[in-house]
Every structure is written in structure tokens, then in C-alpha cells.
């Protein structure tokens, strides 16, 4: 069984303090062919006083923990007064008890509140030997209280799976209506929803830098379809593409300000590269007919990318390298969007079947190709950091929706942002 080690992380929000377990258990190998879910306890979290805060803190944590699709979350009515009534401390805690009710992971926190700051403390234990997995100590504003329940939900799915969850991450999208549509960033859950973007025009294909400081993204607020590069950290235009034709299709290389995209002009496209630091723009690949939808292997190696170059679209990589290029889909008429891992082992895309249009998977070399989706037009796919995730829109009932699930298509939900028609919806890293 695989082992990790636990390291201590310094946020600007938080001041922690963390038991190092070293050589603690991996729960849950969430990447093999199968898993079975855990069973985690959560009882209200302890204050001085009662009141609602705590019950929000609780319940979001219910909701993150839930959401990750590894986890099942005991129902409050499974937890009796006694459960409840419990300390936090381990002396203080009988385990059999919560064992005997099906419980194998217990999380217990207290919360205290003095000036307007709020402190969570959060320990995480085994139930069978009573071995404690996690304790932490989170330190924030009482108004910003939703984003340390967050990362106390990642830090136990980073416990019991080896990697962090997606609770605390951020996506930008398109929402709008067929003649409008602007730019947005929100937390995942729904909250903080800031418009980027306010031209009265169409602005599409957002994405951001792994660094999280550049987005970029086409528009057409001059009148026709430029390509964009923002500074989020500076609220400044740093770069536009004005040439000629249609520029779509962004997306960045990993641990770099170096961005892809493409650009139709009459017969040719060319899938041009720039650097953002050094302000040099090259060309990777130009012929006739369609090259878009450029993505990136983790090494910078391989690029993933559409073409018709055999009649109609289909997949490709292109070893960077050496310069060779492979079809990687045969199937239908039809394979778009293809976006690789940030871990390397697969590469998601769109295929058409039948009049719908699906969210599938592959392996880089185009071996094991699943589908995740059933009806409608699901498109836009965009794997998270972490690599188990995939977010992507939904249009099944004249509407687009942003929608999430497993790298194999479990766990799918609805995320909620704007009131318009949501599209290519990406991961903010």
C-alpha cells in the first residue's frame, strides 16, 4: 500500500498547525480500477456558545466531502446525543461506538470566535484502532469562514486518497445569451461570482495560466474575433491578436506563462504558440484546413490537437520533439476538444454518436477510449489539477449547464453560477 507523508502548508489566509503522521495509510487508491467507498462521521462542530455558524460550517463541510464522490457522509440522524455530546480529543472519544454504527472515519472540530477572527481546529481519525490521521488549525476572518471549511475538505481527501480535492478551486467560463455573452471566475461551489468581462458583445474559450496570473480568451468587442491576454494581478490588456481570421481554442502549457491557440484565415490554420514573459509569438503547426483545440502533456512534449486533415475531425498528437504526428481517433465522424491530463494518463474529447454529442476519454496513445456522457451536447471538457475530475457543459433541455464528475463518469452534478447559458467551462489552477 502505498505511503505519504504529511507536510504542513503556510496560506495567506490561515496559520496552521499539523500533527505529522509519517507513513500514514492511503485509504483510498482512487486512480485503480475500483474503490470502495468510506464511511465518514461528521458531528456538529464544538463552539462556546451555539449558534448558527456552526451548523453552516458543519454542513458545508457535508456537502465538500460529499461532493468528492469518495466519501459517504453519515446522516446527522444517524448520530445520536451521546456521539454528539463527545469531545474532540482523542481520550475523550469511544470509538467502538461510532464503529459499531457503521462509521470509519470520524472528523470532529471546534470553532472559537474573539474580534472578528475565527479559528477552526479539525482532527481526523481512524475509528477501527482510534489512530489519529489529521489535526489542523485554521485561522481566519469570520467572514471568510467557507473557504477554511474547504480546505479542511481537501486536506482529508488529500489524507485518504494522497491527493487534494477541488473544494477550494476556482473555474472561469462564458455565460450569456447567443448575441452576448462575458467571461466569469467563481469559487467551484457557486460563490463569488466576479464577471471579468462587460463589452456587450460575444467573448468565448476563456482560460487561465498555471500560474493563475494571465487569462486569456476571444472576443469580438473591436468587431471581429481577436485573441486576448489579460493580467488578473495588474487588471491589465497585455497582448492581442489582431490578424485576420478566427482565434480560438486557448489553452496554456503546465508551469509556464507560454500559451496555445489557433487561427483560421481563409484555407489555413495555424496553431501558434505565445510567450507571455518574453512576448514571442511562433507557429507549431500551419496548413490547409482545420488545426485547433491545441493541449499540452504535462512534460511540454506532446500536443494533443483537431484536424480534418483525412475529411473530417479527428484527434492527434504531435511529438514536439521529434516532429511525428499520430491519429489517435477513428471512430464516427466526429472528435473534438481534446484536453490532456495535467497527470499524462488521458486525454479527454467529444465525440459525436448518433446526433449527440460526448464526453470521452482515452489513453495519450488512443488505446482504452470510454464515454462518459448519455445524450445531448456535452462539450468543453477540462481536467482539474489534480487529475480526477472533469468539468464540462451540458445542454440537454435547450439550456447549458456547467457540470462536473469523475475522470469515469461517476458522481455527476449540476454546478450553479449565473442565470445565462454557461459554456467552456475550464479549471483555474
Known amino acids: 500500500m502505498k505511503r505519504i507523508k504529511f507536510i504542513g502548508m503556510i496560506l495567506s489566509m490561515c496559520l496552521f498547525f499539523i500533527v505529522s503522521l509519517a507513513d500514514a495509510k492511503v485509504y483510498l487508491d482512487v486512480f485503480g480500477k475500483s474503490y470502495k467507498k468510506i464511511t465518514i462521521g461528521v458531528p456538529p462542530f464544538k463552539v462556546e456558545k451555539p449558534d448558527r455558524l456552526r451548523m453552516d460550517m458543519t454542513e458545508l463541510l457535508h456537502k465538500d466531502l460529499d461532493f468528492s464522490g469518495f466519501l459517504i457522509v453519515a446522516p446527522p440522524s444517524l448520530i445520536d446525543k451521546e456521539l454528539t455530546d463527545e469531545g474532540i480529543e482523542k481520550q475523550e472519544i469511544k470509538f467502538n461506538n461510532w464503529r459499531s454504527i457503521g462509521i470509519e472515519l470520524l472528523c470532529k472540530a471546534k470553532v472559537l470566535e474573539k474580534d472578528g477572527e475565527l479559528t477552526l481546529e479539525a482532527f481526523l481519525y481512524d475509528t477501527f484502532d482510534g489512530s489519529l490521521m489529521l489535526a489542523k488549525r485554521y485561522r481566519t476572518q469570520t467572514g471568510e469562514w467557507r473557504k477554511v471549511v474547504h480546505r479542511l475538505a481537501d486536506d482529508i481527501l488529500l489524507t485518504i486518497t494522497g491527493e487534494k480535492g477541488i473544494n477550494s478551486n476556482k473555474v472561469v467560463f462564458a455565460s450569456g445569451s447567443r448575441s452576448r455573452k462575458d467571461i466569469y471566475m467563481a469559487d467551484i461551489d457557486g460563490q463569488n461570482v466576479k464577471r471579468l468581462t462587460n463589452y456587450r458583445s460575444i467573448c468565448l474559450s476563456p482560460s487561465v495560466s498555471s500560474n493563475g496570473k494571465y487569462l486569456s480568451y476571444t472576443s469580438y468587442k473591436e468587431g471581429r474575433p481577436n485573441l486576448y491576454v489579460f493580467d ?198
Open 232 to 429: 488578473l494581478e495588474n487588471n491589465r490588456e497585455i497582448f492581442v491578436d489582431r490578424e485576420e481570421g478566427m482565434k480560438v481554442g486557448t489553452s496554456w502549457m503546465a508551469n509556464k506563462a507560454i500559451l496555445a491557440y489557433s487561427h483560421t484565415s481563409g484555407r489555413y490554420s495555424t496553431i501558434y504558440t505565445f510567450d507571455v514573459d518574453r512576448k514571442d509569438k511562433r507557429s507549431l503547426l500551419r496548413n490547409e484546413g482545420i488545426y485547433t483545440s491545441p493541449s499540452f502533456s504535462p512534460d511540454g512534449t506532446k500536443m494533443v490537437f483537431v484536424s480534418d486533415m483525412y475529411g473530417t475531425p479527428q484527434i492527434f498528437v504531435r511529438d514536439l520533439v521529434s516532429g511525428d504526428t499520430k491519429r489517435l481517433t477513428y471512430s464516427g465522424s466526429y472528435n473534438s476538444s481534446p484536453n490532456f491530463s495535467p497527470k499524462g494518463d488521458l486525454i479527454v474529447f467529444v465525440a459525436k454518436f448518433e446526433g449527440s454529442f460526448e464526453i470521452c476519454t482515452m489513453n495519450p496513445d488512443g488505446s482504452n477510449q470510454r464515454v462518459l456522457t448519455s445524450g445531448g451536447i456535452n462539450d468543453s471538457p477540462h481536467l482539474s489539477p489534480c487529475g480526477r475530475y472533469i468539468i464540462y457543459s451540458s445542454n440537454k433541455g435547450g439550456k447549458s449547464t456547467i457540470n462536473v464528475m469523475l475522470f469515469n463518469g461517476e458522481n455527476k452534478r449540476v454546478l450553479r453560477f449565473t442565470d445565462g447559458d454557461e459554456v467552456q467551462p475550464r479549471f483555474v489552477p
